[in-house]
C-alpha cells in the first residue's frame, strides 16, 4: 500500500507557475504509476497527467499539454507537478493519486489518494 501527500499548492496570477510534490510513503513505489487529477467547485474530477512507473511513458489532458510537466524521482517517492502560465481555469483542488502498474486516465482506476492541495490562479 502507498499514501500519497501533496503539497505546494497556493495563489498566483494568470501567468504564473507553481510546482506541486507528492510524496507517497511505502517501499513499493516503483510498482506504481502517478497521476495527478483536479477538481473545481461544481465540476467533476478532471485527469490531469499521468507517469509510468519508470517515467518512460507520460500523458496530458489537451487542456494542460504544452504547460504542465510531470516527473517523478523514485528514490525519493515523489512525483512531480510542474505549472507553467497558469490560467484562471487551472483553479481546482489538485490530488495525486497511485494505481497499481499501469497508468489511467480514469479516476476510478486508481486506489491510493492524497487529501489534494488548493491551486488558485486570479485573473
Known amino acids: 500500500q502507498v499514501q500519497p501527500v501533496e503539497s505546494g499548492g497556493g495563489l498566483v496570477q494568470a501567468g504564473g507557475s507553481l510546482r506541486l510534490s507528492c510524496v507517497a510513503s511505502?517501499?513499493?513505489?516503483?510498482?506504481?504509476?502517478m497521476g495527478w487529477f483536479r477538481q473545481a467547485p461544481g465540476k467533476e474530477r478532471e485527469f490531469v497527467s499521468a507517469?509510468?512507473?519508470?517515467?518512460?511513458?507520460?500523458y496530458y489532458a489537451d487542456s494542460v499539454k504544452g504547460r504542465f510537466t510531470i516527473s517523478r524521482d523514485n528514490a525519493k517517492n515523489t512525483v512531480y507537478l510542474q505549472m507553467n502560465s497558469l490560467k484562471p481555469e487551472d483553479t481546482a483542488v489538485y490530488y495525486c493519486?497511485?494505481?497499481?502498474?499501469?497508468?489511467?486516465?480514469?479516476?476510478?482506476?486508481?486506489?491510493?489518494w492524497g487529501q489534494g492541495t488548493q491551486v488558485t490562479v486570479s485573473s
Open positions: 511505502g517501499r513499493t513505489f516503483t510498482n506504481y504509476a
Open positions: 493519486a497511485a494505481r497499481f502498474l499501469l497508468y489511467s486516465e480514469k479516476s476510478t482506476a486508481y486506489g491510493y
Open positions: 507517469i509510468s512507473r519508470n517515467s518512460d511513458i507520460t
